[in-house]
């Protein structure tokens, strides 16, 4: 199904906020601008975990006959340097470079059958991804990509989009985050989504501040006459300074109901969990040119 396929593209910024006073004796809200500010140079690690089950039954009408699969995925990857190489004129990141770990994999497995797994090409590789001029996104290792992968790539890698509201918002307040979910789990036009975002709270954390944000999605699809349901629920941790989130953690739940092939019914559930970890890193170190006297 569409939704399990996300693993790779969850790499989303998000929200923040907080409560002050104002003059007068009127307490009025703390607002803040929230947003990613890329900076040249900046660099951070992350590892990040994505779960999901999906146990389908099916049966045919007037028959006794029915039948139960159950489809494991996992995937998980591990960044020990993220770093902007290069930010446009619109403030946002154009060029990064992306160090992998060799512990990037994957497995699925259906039943009790063998588990397949599969090492991720990028494992023990520094790729770099950049934006040209005319919107295509280059990298110069791996297969090159294209289409909507190509454009969830370049959205998630480089943060052209996200979740962070489009005006200042404050402790309580609430935006929705409908694009950006729509993108991740490729939905169609007929496909509905509601995605909420709510700024729980602004602490200190490790001598920085830190939003709390919490999320809940629900959406409904068809695909292939199968009817879907998914509901998340997560919270997320954003550093307020750079907005590149500190931790992530979504929860969701699905339902499947509908008809297959020869009329057999079908209806099932599923399970989704992604987990995602990352610190801020130092500067790289500048390796000091050496000049030979000729």
């Avoid at 590789?125 to 295509?136: A, E, I, N, Y």
């Avoid at 292939?224 to 550093?239: F, P, S």
């Avoid at 092939?261 to 500067?283: D, I, K, N, Q, V």
Wanted: charged fraction near 25%; hydrophobic fraction near 35%; include cysteine.
């Amino acid at each position: 199904m569409r939704w399990t396929e996300s693993a790779f593209f969850t790499w989303l910024a998000a929200i923040v906020c907080l409560c002050g006073t104002a003059a007068g004796g009127r307490k009025e809200a703390k607002t803040y601008d929230l947003r990613y500010r890329p900076v040249v140079g900046q660099r951070w690690a992350f590892e990040q975990s994505t779960d999901s089950t999906l146990t389908i039954e099916s049966g045919v009408n007037h028959a006794n006959i029915i039948r139960s699969s159950k489809e494991t995925r996992h995937s998980q990857v591990i960044v020990t340097s993220e770093e902007i190489l290069d930010v446009g004129a619109d403030g946002k990141c154009t060029a990064k470079r992306v160090t992998f770990s060799k512990g990037c994999f994957s497995f699925e497995q259906v039943d009790d059958k063998p588990r397949r797994d599969q090492r991720m090409i990028c494992s023990e590789k520094t790729v770099t991804f950049r934006l040209l001029p005319d919107g295509t996104l280059d990298q110069d290792f791996g297969v090159k990509t294209n289409g909507r992968h190509a454009r969830l790539i370049r959205d998630a890698v480089l943060g052209r989009t996200s979740i962070f509201p489009d005006h200042p918002v404050s402790v309580g307040d609430r935006w929705s985050g409908d694009e950006v979910m729509r993108e991740v789990m490729q939905l169609q036009r007929d496909d509905s989504c509601s995605t909420i975002l709510t700024l729980k709270a602004v602490r200190a954390h490790e001598g920085r501040q830190v939003a709390d944000v919490a999320v809940t999605a629900a959406v409904l699809m068809n695909e292939r006459g199968l009817n879907l349901e998914v509901g998340v629920e997560g919270t997320l941790v954003i550093d307020l300074e750079t907005g590149v989130p500190l931790k992530e953690d979504m929860v969701g739940r699905s339902s499947i109901a509908g008809t297959g092939p020869r009329g057999a019914t079908m209806s099932g559930t599923g399970t989704f969990e992604f987990h995602r970890a990352a610190r801020l890193l130092p500067p790289a170190a500048i390796t000091p040119q050496v000049v030979t006297a000729k």
